[in-house]
């Protein structure tokens, strides 16, 4: 199926994107969903090639692997877990079993309890040795941190209680630079951890309260734990009122919906919160039921999979133009190529084809700036995915959202049609060159064109809709996974360097000897250890 999808993607390579607008392109190449809209039409895909991916996804069993997922199966096939993730957005309440144990009484136990805490922290009612809370601090890596400070950004204009505050890199930079604008009789900190062993998290946990320690009479009234291990938390000394536990089915990088996503509600509020997880259960409901043309994951991605997989290009840029979405590129980063970047298919054998894409991105307009030469004139083609909202926050400076807007559609059009080398001529023989020198200049005004983008399209970024974005990227790497064969849901490829790295502590410090490691290795820690002294 793969050969002849490929072998529909070099023929559409030859027609273009802009000769396949007729009647209704637009309409009839894009998918609507509570409100978000996604244009998939300045793409080369035509209604063949859509009804051959979709055709694949079916027989990839996508269906019946999305049911699974929804019900509780354990499609963690590696980790042996179930995936649901979705059970912390059912606000509805539907019972989900695990093990034949409905698992919706303890998630909402949780929330409940999340809700009280946040009112209290924000309220001021639960305070520091100083007073009420200024500052609160989350201490975390990877999903437990890219998820809740990627939506705290990107929600700043509904921010009403104490400021939240990010830090992840084992860098002591990181948190030094943090905790010294803040007071410390007035802080907060969150330990996000889902295992309560990752080094990174652990310890700045333990940097945090050495500041509290020589700060505040009972450092430890000033942590907080969000975790799977309740066990761990409380025999870090960290009071169970102020654990928030969830269940090992809620995998790290999608668990901003639960305990992870604290720092979330403290900031805009548990009723913002909850807007929150119901943007992201209408996009549960619409991934679950909506037939394929009209589905927004399972289309999204479609479309990715035509660019990855049958058109081959391997990268896929995210271009949000919206100045708070700026985290989202770095969350899709770990969302997509943590969840589908491997080489082995669930079975066990080797995948046999390209993995899911690089994925990387900025804001607009800033990256026009930068990176965008590339796009439009480099030799790889680079899938651009733009997003929008039709207002912004500022309603004092519409003229500047008008301008945002007008950039964003500029590029997909450009991208689109480019521009050939006829009309580079005659811009040069306007501008006064002639013979060879207007050929050469003229050479570097050319811009290939029939380059895809897809736009993603949302009146304002209000914690419903960001709840529905997010909600739609998990479920498009979820069908990227299906069809690709592979689990989306652990992680193996991130252990080999944490356990180089634990080996190596020792031999940096000198209390192992060098001999075993290659020259290389040897080289750069011999140089560290001299600077050191
Ligand atoms: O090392 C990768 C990883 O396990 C991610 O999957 C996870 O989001 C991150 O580390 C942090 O893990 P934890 O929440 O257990 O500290």
């Known amino acids: ?240 009122s102020r654990v928030f536990g969830f269940e090992d089915w809620v995998g790290g990088r999608y668990s901003i919906w639960g305990p992870i996503g604290l720092s979330l509600m403290i900031a805009i509020g548990p009723d913002g919160f909850i807007d929150f997880l119901r943007g992201a259960e209408a996009m549960d409901l619409h991934f679950r039921d909506a037939p394929p043309t009209e589905n927004m994951p399972v289309m999204l991605s479609l479309v990715g999979l035509w660019h990855s997989h049958a058109c081959g290009y391997a990268t896929r840029a995210v271009l949000p133009y919206d100045q708070r979405l700026g985290r989202l590129p770095a969350y899709l980063q770990q969302l997509e190529m943590e969840s589908n970047g491997k080489g082995v298919a669930l079975g066990g054998r080797s995948l046999g084809y390209a993995s899911g894409p690089v994925v990387w991105g900025e804001p607009g307009t800033n990256g026009q700036h930068a990176f965008y030469q590339l796009i439009h004139q480099g030799t790889a083609v680079v899938p651009c995915e733009f997003l929008v909202a039709a207002r912004g926050h500022e309603p004092d400076l519409a003229h500047q959202h008008a301008l945002l807007v007008a950039n964003c559609l500029a590029q997909s059009e450009a991208l689109m049609q480019g521009r050939d080398l006829e009309t580079a001529r005659e811009l040069m023989r306007n501008a006064g060159y002639r013979g060879a020198e207007l050929e050469r200049q003229a050479r570097h005004r050319v811009f290939p064109g029939a380059r895809p983008s897809t736009t993603l399209m949302y009146d304002l970024l209000t914690p419903f809709r960001l709840g529905q974005i997010i909600a739609l990227y998990e479920h498009r790497v979820f069908v990227e996974g299906v069809i690709l064969g592979i689990n989306s849901f652990d992680q193996w490829g991130v252990e080999l360097g944490k356990e180089l790295a634990k080996a190596l502590q020792p031999v940096l410090d000198g209390t192992v000897p060098l001999d075993e490691k290659d020259g290389s290795t040897r080289q750069l820690i011999t140089f560290v250890q001299s600077k050191r002294g």
């Open 1 to 240: 199926m793969w050969r002849d999808l490929k072998g529909m993607a070099e023929k559409a390579r030859s027609r273009g994107i802009a000769s396949l607008f007729g009647d209704g392109r637009a309409a009839a190449f894009s998918v609507n969903a509570d409100g978000l809209l996604l244009d998939y039409s300045k793409t080369t895909i035509n209604a063949d090639a859509r009804a051959a991916l979709i055709a694949l996804s079916e027989t990839r069993g996508l269906p019946e692997r999305r049911e699974a997922m929804f019900t509780g199966e354990p499609i963690n096939e590696t980790e042996g877990r179930a995936v649901l993730h979705t059970a912390l957005r059912n606000l509805a309440g539907r019972a989900i079993k695990v093990d034949g144990r409905d698992v919706m009484p303890g998630v909402l136990d949780t929330l409940a309890r999340m809700k009280s805490f946040a009112g209290l922290v924000r309220s001021g009612a639960y305070r520091g040795a100083g007073g009420a809370f200024t500052d609160v601090v989350n201490i975390g890596i990877g999903g437990s941190h890219l998820g809740p400070e990627m939506a705290v950004r990107a929600l700043a204009p509904y921010a009403d209680g104490p400021r939240c505050h990010f830090v992840s890199n084992v860098d002591g930079a990181d948190i030094s630079d943090t905790l010294a604008r803040l007071d410390p009789a007035r802080t907060l900190i969150l330990v996000a951890s889902k295992t309560f062993t990752t080094t990174e998290t652990m310890t700045n946990a333990a940097t945090a309260h050495k500041w509290l320690l020589g700060a505040v009479a009972d450092p430890g009234a000033h942590f907080v734990a969000l975790s799977t291990a309740e066990r761990k938390a409380a025999e870090w000394g960290i009071d169970a």
